[in-house]
């Protein structure tokens, strides 16, 4: 007789295997990645926080589909906010790389069962893909370096033409999801 | 997972969405840009998948190798993806079977990356283990876009496939001769003298005899008219009367244990396969949860297709529904092969009017022969069925005494002892055996 059907994610993440296993381990892990490098960078800590993150990323294993994974970027960059004080360390890279390997895994997570056999094309298409999503954090690390460097003093000017461009990237990037297609 | 019929934004699209942009506002309003490094490679996945979203949808198409199959025997669910902006990056397909249905891969699920891969590998083999109509599928399948950004999921309701898989034969011969049957036409040789083509003796002459019967060797070496005497042809109709109001016993499949539902309807199968290679009449009559299901004479492997299809419809009902009549449409001078786990009185009270009617009919024992051994974790329940084992040999007992057949299935040969005892007695015309 046929197996019954498992749709406890528990249970889904013990039939992990290959690639589906080792995007779980990503997932738990990348975060923790992302926490030693604010620690190295930083002054202080923040324990509550630390906790509540790997707690978070170790559900993340269990629930890649979901909007948590939201929630361990948001403390992270709090925790980093918070605790580191030197804006041009290059830590930030690492925890930029670390947080955009937890972002690919998480999300090719959720797109293929834990138990499917990953084809080779699938495979190096997301590698490629999650090494592309890191390149250009160095870049703007090198950007923010450069702004440091001159010592500007603030500008209110500067201030809205950022909040400007946001809302308008905020808005193209929302009318972009929502837009709705059509249906075959 | 919502089953929509539209490209529909993922968490991870959110994520990047909103990381991005609460990473960038807090690196504006705190002075820290150096936030805008961890929010880069979020706001480049966030455009990205925008940028590559898919806008119509993809065409699916499920179809089914085979229909028909036996059971154990496998086929492959096809499911062809066509993507008309070339937009979709991977595509997941799972499908969900109905009970006694064997999938590869074994959970079902399949990914390909569609525009390397193709739609061909998301093909999976499909196999009943166990003879029915099978419902399967659809297939639930799932396309991504880029970076698992917007995702589009198949209408689950539709484009069901209907699988029958037929009940597999269980060994079975029967080399006894046919019981009589009026009419003289046929391939089986009848018990009686008649003009078929089947030799039977030699004998003198008498009056009214043929003279093309004439055997003149005969004639010329004893000196007096002989004639050569044939045995009748006549064909046999059989009808197959399978009792499926109970199931008892725990089915594995074709793999595993058999019910008696399994038990009967292998062996039905394997007596009408028998019986009409060789050019006989089958009947069906099928007494289960629909009702009493007739499938009329006939002959030949189409329609010995159609029995074994009608056969994999049955369905068990239970006991309050056997009302003990007789099912109408049985002929006069039928074989009547009863297969039955006989756990109720009434089947056999059933079988006992067929003889009173004069019809030769065969009881098959269909309960599973070591049904007490598989409750013996229970002993309670064990002892129940020995108590009810005991009363249904009492039952067969009486059945027995008044005239009725009753044999375990035993595969090739089950029947030849009681087919003969008919034959030998059908010159008397009498239904019953002892």
Same mark, same amino acid.
């Given at each position: ?5 498992? /749709? ?8 992990? #295997? ?21 620690? !190295? ?15 978070? /990323? ?7 589909? /979901? ?13 980093? !906010? ?41 495979? #190096? ?26 010592? /500007? ?20 990037? #929302? ?6 297609? #059509?249906?075959? | ?10 968490? @991870? ?21 150096? +936030? ?10 966030? *455009? ?44 997941? *397909? @799972?499908?969900?079977?109905? &009970? ?5 891969? &074994? ?5 390909? $990356? ?49 699988? %029958?898989?037929?009940? %597999? ?9 046919? %019981? ?63 009792? =499926? ?21 292998? *062996?039905?199968?394997?007596? @009408? ?33 159609? +029995?074994?299809?009608?056969? @994999?419809? %049955? ?31 009434? $089947? ?11 019809? $030769? ?5 269909? +309960? ?13 329940? =064990? ?44 010159? $008397? ?6």
């Amino acid at each position: 007789m046929s197996e019954p059907t498992v /749709s406890e994610p528990w249970l889904l993440m013990a039939r992990a #295997r290959g690639v589906g296993l080792l995007l779980r381990v990503v997932i738990g892990v990348a975060p923790m990645v992302a926490l030693g490098c604010t620690l !190295l960078a930083a002054d202080q800590t923040l324990p509550v926080v630390k906790f509540v993150i790997i707690a978070l /990323s170790l559900v993340c294993v269990v629930y890649p589909d /979901s909007h948590l994974g939201l929630l361990v970027v948001v403390l992270v960059g709090i925790e980093w !906010l918070v605790t580191v004080d030197d804006p041009t360390t290059p830590w930030s890279i690492a925890v930029a790389a670390s947080m955009a390997l937890f972002h690919t895994s998480m999300a090719a997570a959720g797109v293929v069962p834990s138990s499917a056999v990953w084809s080779t094309a699938m495979r #190096r298409r997301w590698a490629r893909r999650c090494v592309t999503l890191m390149l250009p954090a160095p870049v703007m690390w090198l950007v923010v370096i450069a702004f440091d460097n001159r010592n /500007s003093a603030g500008s209110q000017v500067l201030l809205a033409a950022s909040l400007v461009t946001l809302v308008i990237v905020a808005v193209w990037a #929302r009318s972009g999801a929502l837009a709705g297609g #059509r249906a075959g | 997972m919502k089953q929509t019929d539209q490209w529909r934004p993922t968490p @991870a699209h959110a994520r990047a969405v909103l990381a991005g942009l609460l990473l960038s506002v807090t690196a504006v309003l705190a002075r820290r840009p150096d +936030l805008l490094v961890t929010a880069t490679p979020f706001a480049v996945a966030a *455009a990205w998948a925008v940028l590559l979203r898919p806008v119509e949808s993809p065409v699916v198409r499920h179809s089914v190798g085979h229909h028909t199959v036996r059971e154990g025997q496998a086929t492959t669910w096809h499911i062809h993806v066509d993507d008309p902006d070339g937009r979709v990056d991977d595509v997941v *397909a @799972a499908l969900d079977p109905p &009970a006694w249905v064997d999938r590869k891969p &074994a959970d079902g699920q399949t990914v390909v $990356s569609l525009a390397d891969d193709g739609s061909e590998p998301l093909a999976m083999v499909v196999r009943p283990s166990r003879w029915g109509c099978h419902q399967v599928g659809p297939a639930l399948v799932v396309a991504s876009s880029a970076l698992g950004g917007f995702r589009w999921a198949s209408r689950p309701w539709i484009q069901q496939q209907r699988l %029958v898989a037929l009940p %597999v034969p269980t060994p079975f011969d029967a080399a006894a001769p046919p %019981v009589h049957v009026p009419g003289l036409v046929g391939v089986n040789r009848s018990p009686r003298y008649g003009s078929g083509t089947e030799f039977a003796s030699i004998r003198p002459f008498q009056l009214g005899d043929r003279l093309k019967r004439i055997h003149w060797g005969h004639s010329l070496r004893t000196g007096d008219l002989h004639v050569t005497t044939t045995w009748a042809d006549h064909d046999r109709h059989v009808v197959l009367m399978l009792d =499926a109001f109970h199931d008892v016993g725990e089915s594995g499949g074709i793999e595993g244990r058999a019910s008696s539902l399994d038990i009967s309807v292998r *062996a039905a199968a394997a007596i @009408a396969e028998h019986f009409a290679r060789v050019g006989d009449r089958v009947a069906l009559t099928m007494i289960g949860a629909r009702g009493a299901q007739r499938v009329p004479p006939g002959a030949g492997f189409r329609h010995l297709r159609r +029995l074994l299809e009608v056969m @994999a419809s %049955v369905e068990p009902a239970n006991a309050e529904h056997d009302d003990g009549r007789l099912p109408p449409g049985l002929p006069p001078g039928a074989l009547v092969v009863m297969l039955s786990p006989l756990t109720s009185p009434r $089947s056999l009270q059933r079988a006992t009017m067929i003889a009173d009617r004069g019809m $030769s009919v065969i009881v098959i024992d269909c +309960l599973p022969p070591d049904i007490t051994d598989e409750q013996a974790g229970d002993p309670y329940v =064990a002892l129940a069925w020995r108590v009810e084992v005991l009363k249904r040999e009492h039952q067969i007992r009486v059945a027995r005494e008044a005239g009725v057949a009753v044999v375990p299935w035993r595969g090739p040969g089950s029947i030849d002892l009681v087919l003969r005892g008919l034959q030998r007695r059908s010159g $008397s015309g009498a239904g019953r055996s002892r």
